[in-house]
């Protein structure tokens, strides 16, 4: 749904400027797949923020449904600077976006989008807890900035990197509240419950996430096969993750943690040399991911 404002929301996220910037090729089961030239950027839109783990989870992209209740847009202080905050996110100038919050913030104190964007900023270089404070303060001052009813999916990942899994539960529970059936915070609640050891809940939230993404969006489905894979692997089953995880790099074949994994079980599986193509196809994708954001710097 598209929601209107003058205000241009932010979306941020690593593989919209990286994962396609592959000089080469990888491999997928022996098959060398040519990477094209990454597509222009669309306009700004919801933000694409924290990595889901520190090994290149991607971000997930918060969209709104038809029938979502969000709060009203209306008069609320905004900034013609934070439209530009928006582009730093995008191209991972996250230390440009810092200091330009700061900025808006030090002449016009107390507005919640600039606090929002800091919080963006700040968490792109995994600075958790004091992200957190910047969203609470965005939220503290209830404002209708266009981003604010995501801002509990947010807070909930920070409380994830901070091993707070039960206010991290909370919080992607109070985002779904806002924007019911949103994939993102449903496969947030999914990781939570791996880290708690309840797997049959992960199992079902997984599903249910997978679904909800739906086939036009292969890279999220492609981060919920990568954990559906680690069930199978708890679930002792490396031949269930082995099929997972080849599902998953038809879908993100520039994903490195999906190369990481299959290399690992094929390994188990006694398949080396298998294993061996998956570790290069890592290799590769590590390096891209690396160029893409020495460019950017």
Excluded at 58 to 80: M, Q, T, Y
Excluded at 224 to 247: G, I
Excluded at 268 to 294: C, D, Y
């Amino acid at each position: 749904m598209a929601l209107h404002s003058k205000a241009t929301p932010v979306r941020v996220g690593w593989y919209a400027a990286a994962a396609l910037f592959l000089a080469g090729s990888v491999f997928v089961w022996g098959l060398k797949v040519e990477m094209g030239q990454p597509p222009k950027t669309s306009a700004l839109d919801y933000a694409r923020l924290t990595e889901e783990t520190a090994r290149e989870e991607e971000v997930p992209a918060l969209e709104v449904p038809e029938g979502s209740r969000v709060l009203p847009l209306e008069n609320f202080p905004d900034d013609p600077r934070l439209d530009s905050v928006g582009r730093m996110l995008q191209s991972g100038q996250y230390g440009a976006a810092e200091l330009t919050c700061m900025t808006v913030l030090k002449e016009r104190a107390g507005m919640g989008r600039a606090e929002f964007l800091l919080a963006l900023a700040i968490t792109k270089q995994k600075r958790y807890e004091e992200a957190k404070v910047h969203f609470l303060r965005s939220l503290a001052t209830e404002q209708k900035f266009i981003e604010r009813p995501h801002t509990p999916h947010f807070l909930g990942w920070c409380h994830y990197h901070l091993g707070e899994m039960d206010d991290a539960q909370r919080r992607f529970e109070e985002h779904l509240v806002a924007v019911p059936n949103e994939p993102d915070s449903t496969f947030g609640l999914a990781v939570v419950a791996i880290a708690q050891d309840r797997t049959d809940d992960a199992s079902r939230l997984l599903h249910a996430a997978f679904i909800a993404f739906g086939k036009s969006k292969p890279r999220d489905q492609a981060r919920v096969l990568v954990r559906q894979s680690d069930l199978a692997m708890r679930a002792d089953d490396p031949a269930k993750a082995e099929e997972l995880l080849a599902q998953a790099a038809t879908f993100a074949p520039t994903f490195p943690e999906i190369w990481a994994k299959t290399a690992r079980v094929k390994d188990r599986l006694g398949k080396t040399a298998q294993a061996e193509i998956a570790r290069e196809n890592e290799r590769k994708t590590r390096e891209a991911l690396t160029a893409a954001a020495e460019g950017n710097s």
